[in-house]
């Protein structure tokens, strides 16, 4: 599709998407774009991402990504810039996701996901205050109800997500502090239907059961659930919204059983 012709909610704005090449970030892409954006898909998986950047056509590019290196973000906003011309809207979504209690997570384990959920998300919001404060804009981070709520299966994940949550209100705050028009949210879904975590149920499963669509009691919903609420921070719609936690949960956490 050409997108680039189209106007929407998302017209004349740049958004870079990290770990956009699958899952909740290639939805991101797609609906981004189908709003009008013109889109930057980073990811490590550079196969994935520039064949979802020839679907989207001449309003995407891809730029392979490593979000926990510095010289990474150096080089990502060095092409955005110098392709698009601006940068309007963050989206930090690339992430890895383990499961281990804290009995069961090593503290090799425990450092990988605090570099890249931890790390890459803090360079991810210095270079997109950078990049943005002359001009405004929004910068989202994808976060997690773990974040909210204890969950005894993703210790370091958890742990990683609630740095994020709180990094989130500190860029709020100082972003607002300075006068610079740029919002900094976080979102936070539970279970998101995705090939990686349809991979952790048994073989033949049929996982379409376990979401929403098929019983309002299941905790899984789809990308586009949640790509929808990171449009909306992402438009003009949202302007009044700051610092924000945006649960995308079904009622999850505020159930009580």
């Not at 929004?138 to 990094?167: C, D, H, P, Q, R």
């Not at 028009?181 to 952790?200: Q, W």
């Amino acid at each position: 599709m050409n997108a680039t012709s189209k106007a929407g909610r998302l017209a004349g704005k740049v958004a870079l998407i990290t770990g956009a090449a699958s899952g909740v970030g290639r939805e991101d892409a797609l609906l981004f774009a189908a709003e009008g954006a013109r889109v930057v898909i980073s990811d490590v998986n550079a196969d994935a991402g520039f064949e979802l950047a020839r679907e989207i056509g001449d309003a995407a590019i891809f730029v392979r990504h490593d979000i926990a290196d510095a010289s990474s973000w150096d080089a990502v906003l060095a092409t955005t810039l110098s392709h698009f011309g601006q940068l309007d809207v963050l989206v930090n979504n690339a992430a890895i996701c383990p499961m281990a209690s804290i009995e069961d997570c090593t503290l090799e384990a425990w450092q990988q996901v605090m570099r890249i959920n931890g790390d890459g998300y803090f360079l991810g919001c210095k270079a997109g205050v950078a990049a943005m404060k002359e001009r405004g804009g929004s910068i989202i981070n994808m976060s997690s109800v773990t974040a909210l709520g204890g969950m005894e299966s993703f210790a370091a994940y958890g742990a990683s997500k609630g740095a994020v949550t709180a990094l989130t209100r500190s860029v709020a705050v100082h972003c607002r502090k300075q006068r610079y028009r740029i919002r900094c949210n976080s979102v936070h879904p539970d279970g998101i239907l995705t090939p990686l975590t349809a991979g952790m149920y048994p073989k033949g499963m049929d996982v379409s059961k376990l979401t929403i669509d098929y019983d309002p009691m299941a905790r899984m919903c789809l990308p586009r659930d949640v790509a929808n609420m990171v449009l909306f921070l992402a438009s003009d719609e949202s302007r009044a919204v700051n610092g924000s936690e945006m649960r995308v949960d079904s009622g999850q956490l505020v159930m009580s059983l």
